[in-house]
């Protein structure tokens, strides 16, 4: 079954400095991430959705996916206080076997 | 605006009752999905639909039903709660999109104490 692993756990970061947060996952036939954001046990929004190797920018929000890594990252430019929230990571193969595997998430913390 | 719904928002239980979690969407989406999360796992999921009439075990189905009556309205029962029962519930709706692929729609949560 897929794992879905993020890191760091938790992240401080002072407003204004680039945010950078990991996912891994196992499946190499993975084809779709999603990122999403949770603030204090509420529920999640997506962030941004990636597809292929490369990245995908939304606003503030850029995902990096390399597949042959097996690795996907969200970087998040000029942080506000406001970003404080678990930030989760979704992976999935899409198709007709669409599950989708959740990350542990990442907790980060934007300090003014 | 796509909306999902979830009764109660809190809810404590005894160990024993039966408890039932509601969801409702207004996104018209085909698939719905209920999770738990707790501390160090995550989101888990234990039963999702495919529509009206569907129900699907997950990963964790044990010790849960659901319940999927309309395109709209998606119910977790505990028939018998127990205190490992304790968590925060999400709901969630979704629909695939080109790919295949699918972005979660997500409800609120209910916090659920069972003591």
């Known amino acids: 079954q897929q794992k879905v692993q993020q890191s760091p756990e938790s992240l401080t970061v002072s407003e204004g400095a680039m945010a950078s947060l990991n996912c891994t996952f196992s499946?190499?036939?993975?084809?779709?991430f999603r990122w999403y954001r949770q603030h204090s046990a509420k529920g999640l929004e997506v962030l941004v959705s990636?597809?292929?190797?490369g990245e995908k920018e939304e606003g503030r929000f850029t995902a990096h996916l390399n597949r042959a890594n097996l690795h996907v990252s969200l970087h998040i430019r000029e942080p506000q206080p406001s970003d404080s929230a678990v930030y989760l990571c979704?992976?999935?193969?899409?198709?007709?076997?669409?599950?989708?595997?959740f990350g542990d998430g990442t907790q980060l913390v934007v300090k003014p | 605006e796509a909306a999902v719904t979830q009764s109660p928002r809190n809810k404590v239980a005894v160990t024993g009752g039966k408890v039932t979690l509601s969801c409702n969407q207004t996104?018209?989406?085909?698939?719905m999905y209920w999770y738990r999360q707790d501390t160090g796992h995550g989101l888990r999921l234990i039963h999702y639909?495919?529509?009206?009439?569907?129900?699907e075990k997950g990963d964790i189905p044990d010790g849960y039903k659901a319940s999927r009556p309309s395109q709209e309205n998606f119910s977790l029962i505990l028939e018998l709660a127990t205190p490992s029962q304790t968590s925060v519930y999400f709901c969630?709706?979704?629909?695939?999109?080109?790919?295949?692929?699918?972005?979660?729609?997500f409800g609120s949560g209910t916090r659920l104490t069972v003591l």
């Open positions: 969630a709706s979704g629909v695939p999109d080109w790919a295949s692929a699918e972005t979660l729609y």
């Open positions: 499946d190499g036939t993975s084809n779709n």
């Open positions: 990636i597809f292929s190797d």
């Open positions: 979704a992976v999935s193969m899409g198709g007709s076997n669409n599950r989708i595997f």
């Open positions: 996104n018209n989406h085909n698939n």
């Open positions: 639909s495919y529509g009206a009439g569907s129900t």
